[in-house]
C-alpha cells in the first residue's frame, strides 16, 4: 500500500466495507487505461522501493515509497510520503503522493501540456478506552493529468463501544 492509503485506512471506521472512505477519496480514472492496473488514488502498486522508519521520539513515523518508470516506453512513476505522529490516545498525520504524467496513460501529444497529479492528505483522531473520533482531509489536483480538473474530499467518523462484543461507529465522507 501507498502510504497515502496507509494514512486513510488509519481514520477509516469501514475499510473494505461498502461504508469504505475510499470510495470517495480515490478518484478512481480507470477509463482512461485499458489494463486492469488501478489508476487512482489510495492504491496498492508494484515495483516499488519503500521504506518506513521505526518510530522515532516513541511517537513519529515516516513512510517513502517510489515506483520508479520501467522500460524505455514506460512514462510511470509515482512517489508517496507520510509522517504521523501517534502518542497516547492522539494522532495526526500529514501525507503527500504525485503521479507523473503517465501514471494514468495519458502522456499527451508533443506540445500537449499535462501536469502530474497531486495529493495531498491531513489526518487527525482521539481514541480514548470506550470512543474514538477519527477525520480526513484531501486536496487532489491535475487528475489524470488534466490541469483543469481537482478536488476535495473530508470526512468525519465517530464509534462507540456500547458493550465489549458491540461497537456502534458511523461516518461521513
Not at 488509519?10 to 488501478?38: A, K, L
Not at 512514462?75 to 494514468?104: C, I, P
Request: charged share 25%.
Amino acid at each position: 500500500d501507498t502510504p497515502i492509503k496507509s494514512l486513510g485506512r488509519s481514520v477509516d471506521f469501514f475499510g473494505d466495507r461498502i461504508g469504505d472512505g475510499r470510495n470517495v477519496t480515490r478518484f478512481d480514472i480507470n477509463y482512461m487505461d485499458d489494463s486492469d492496473r488501478p489508476m487512482g488514488f489510495d492504491e496498492r502498486v508494484t515495483d516499488m522501493i519503500m521504506y518506513k522508519t521505526p518510530k522515532l521520539a516513541e511517537s513519529v513515523v515516516v513512510a517513502l515509497q517510489y515506483m520508479p518508470e520501467e522500460g524505455k516506453d514506460s512514462y510511470m512513476s509515482l512517489f508517496s510520503g507520510s509522517a504521523v505522529y501517534d502518542k497516547n490516545a492522539f494522532m495526526v498525520g500529514v501525507g503527500y503522493e504525485m503521479h507523473d504524467k503517465g501514471y494514468f496513460g495519458y502522456t499527451g501529444a508533443e506540445g500537449d501540456e499535462t501536469d502530474s497529479s497531486n495529493i495531498f492528505h491531513a489526518v487527525a483522531g482521539y481514541t480514548a478506552e470506550k470512543f474514538a473520533v477519527k477525520g480526513l482531509f484531501q486536496t487532489v489536483s491535475n487528475i489524470g493529468g488534466d490541469k483543469d480538473i481537482s478536488g476535495t474530499a473530508y470526512g468525519l467518523g465517530a464509534s462507540f463501544m456500547a458493550t465489549p462484543a458491540f461497537e456502534l461507529k458511523g461516518q461521513y465522507y
